[in-house]
């Protein structure tokens, strides 16, 4: 099976840029649809978007189209989360998950242990 790991949160200002990570150990992305989470303190988990590997088909939610995008790079077999704008609303753990196409409907089966992205205003 997959496993996820992010890496790359951080501190940023309101209107700047981070670009967390997710790499793979065990297998390769090949097969998966990769997604990005978040959980804000207090708040519930969030789907923020995600990404179909062997296609490359992106959606986003509302909140955070046009402010961000999920990139692949197929050699280095890892996903980013390309983070512009950002909010202090945006503040939360992000995280990286991977769900089999082929089982539907689509459930997020396998999961990375999270980031911190801190936005201060």
């Known amino acids: 099976q997959v496993q996820p790991g992010e890496s790359g949160g951080g501190l940023v200002q309101a209107g700047g840029s981070l670009r967390p990570l997710c790499s793979a150990s065990?297998?390769?992305?090949?097969?998966?649809?990769l997604g990005w989470f978040r959980q804000a303190p207090g708040k519930e988990h969030e789907f923020v978007g995600s990404i179909s590997w062997s296609e490359g088909t992106t959606y986003y939610v509302d909140s955070v189209k046009g402010r961000f995008t999920i990139p692949r790079d197929i050699a280095k077999n890892m996903v980013y989360s390309q983070m512009n704008s950002l909010k202090p609303e945006d503040t939360a753990v992000y995280y990286c998950?991977?769900?089999?196409?082929?089982?539907?409907?689509?459930?997020?089966?396998?999961w990375g242990q999270g980031t911190q992205v801190t936005v201060s205003s």
């Open positions: 998950a991977a769900a089999d196409p082929s089982k539907l409907p689509i459930r997020y089966e396998y």
């Open positions: 065990g297998r390769t992305f090949a097969w998966c649809i």
